[in-house]
């Protein structure tokens, strides 16, 4: 049974700062493209940012140059690292796991108080 578990979540202020962490089970880490969505209420979920089995990483564009994607693939976890943190980055963050199938985290909230 594949697992996505998210973890780092919280209530920080504009300019701060938060790790996310999701520590994943049950499948081929090693080959698996990870990636980090988001969603508001109301609206898509968007992709934030991704880091494929050879370590390349892509990011939204509203998120570049502040967050950081990256795996250790003994550990079987990917992180986000999130700096310089604004209200528009409140959202549920989702762990996303790509290999034959998709796989999904539950999600964790990020807040972002003025």
């Known amino acids: 049974q594949v697992q996505l578990v998210e973890s780092g979540g919280g209530l920080v202020q504009s300019g701060g700062s938060l790790r996310l962490s999701c520590a994943a089970s049950g499948l081929t880490f090693r080959v698996a493209t990870m990636e980090w969505f988001r969603q508001v209420p109301g609206k898509e979920r968007e992709l934030v940012a991704s880091i494929g089995r050879n370590g390349n990483t892509n990011y939204a564009d509203s998120v570049k140059g502040r967050f950081t994607i990256s795996r250790d693939n003994a550990m079987n976890t990917v992180w986000l690292q999130m700096n310089s943190l604004v209200p528009d980055d409140t959202a549920v963050y989702f762990c996303?796991?790509?290999?034959?199938?998709?796989?999904w985290g539950r999600g964790t909230q990020v807040t972002v108080s003025t």
């Open positions: 996303h796991a790509r290999l034959y199938l998709e796989y």
